[in-house]
């Protein structure tokens, strides 16, 4: 699957750009432009958990620990899973008018198949890499997390990649109710992988997956980040928000502490 002959892409290259901006930045090149982008964050400053649009806090992330050690938590514009993030995260964002790839159907599975063969250059030669359901992996240990938003005749599909990570930060994340078949209910530990065990450099992937555009078909064009600001001023629907994390965690509190109560009067009128 090849793009239209000719088709631009700008490229938006960023180090350290917190995670909250990058994901509103995002929304508005796929809402307010009509071109083509491809958006690669080295890293966000400060940890951060990441929740998809329909992610229930409570559900997903041990609240009062995330709020005793000021995490910040972010609902995202799209949907997808549950993320922790910092400065070792590499994010990538990949947003195409529908008409520039024909042969790619504007629905998340076509989608995630095509991004499968077009980072295929890029982690191929260290490993068995493929599309597990939703994530990017070597065999069965994840290292990709993969989520979309597609509206009319434009599409959006972004990457957290594991260069590194903290099991202490993993921690913060519950076992969630519905999970990939093939994760079998493995632990965040023994899912999950560390890119810089197998790649040579942090500097080199983000080389290849650059590379990997021009492989694609695809001409990349720079853009500067005031260019790509422009559209935040444009944009008139904005669905990442930042979270009250200490709103939630203590009404998580106040309920188990309720149920608790209410379990006590059960048993002793029983």
């Keep these: 699957m090849r793009p239209v002959p000719g088709t631009v892409v700008r490229l938006l290259r960023l180090q350290g750009f ?9 929304e508005a090149l796929l809402r307010a432009t009509p071109h083509n982008w491809f958006v690669l964050n080295d890293g966000t400053p400060d940890p951060t958990v990441v929740l998809g649009v329909s992610g229930k806090p409570a ?6 620990p995330a709020a005793q050690r ?3 938590l972010i609902k995202r514009f799209t949907g997808g899973g549950t993320v922790v993030v910092d400065a070792n995260t590499i994010f990538t964002a990949l947003i195409m008018q529908q008409q520039s790839l024909p042969d790619v159907a504007a629905y998340p599975r076509p989608v995630m198949q095509y991004t499968e063969q077009l980072y295929n250059t890029v982690f191929a030669p260290y ?18 997390g993969n989520a979309q938003a597609i509206t009319k005749d434009r599409w959006v599909h972004h990457t957290s990649l594991l260069w590194d990570f903290r099991d202490d930060l993993m921690a913060l994340l519950k076992q969630p109710a519905r999970q990939p078949e093939y994760r079998q209910g493995r632990d965040h530990l023994e899912f ?11 500097q080199a992937l983000l080389d290849q997956l650059c590379a990997s555009l021009e492989a694609a078909g695809f001409q990349l064009q720079d ?24 709103q939630l965690a203590a009404a998580e509190q106040e309920q188990r502490q309720a149920s608790a109560a209410a379990a006590a009067t059960a048993s002793a009128v029983g």
């Design 59 to 64: 559900e997903l992330v041990h609240l009062l």
């Design 192 to 202: 999950v992988l560390r890119l810089r065990e197998l790649l040579p450099s942090r």
């Design 18 to 26: 917190p995670i909250l901006q990058q994901l509103q930045l995002e």
């Design 127 to 144: 490993g068995p890499f493929r599309l597990r359901e939703n994530d990017y992996c070597f065999g069965e240990r994840k290292f990709g």
């Design 223 to 246: 853009a500067t980040l005031a260019e790509a600001k422009e559209a935040l001023a444009a944009n008139k629907l904005c669905g990442t928000r930042l979270l009250d994390a200490q």
């Design 70 to 72: 000021g995490i910040p």
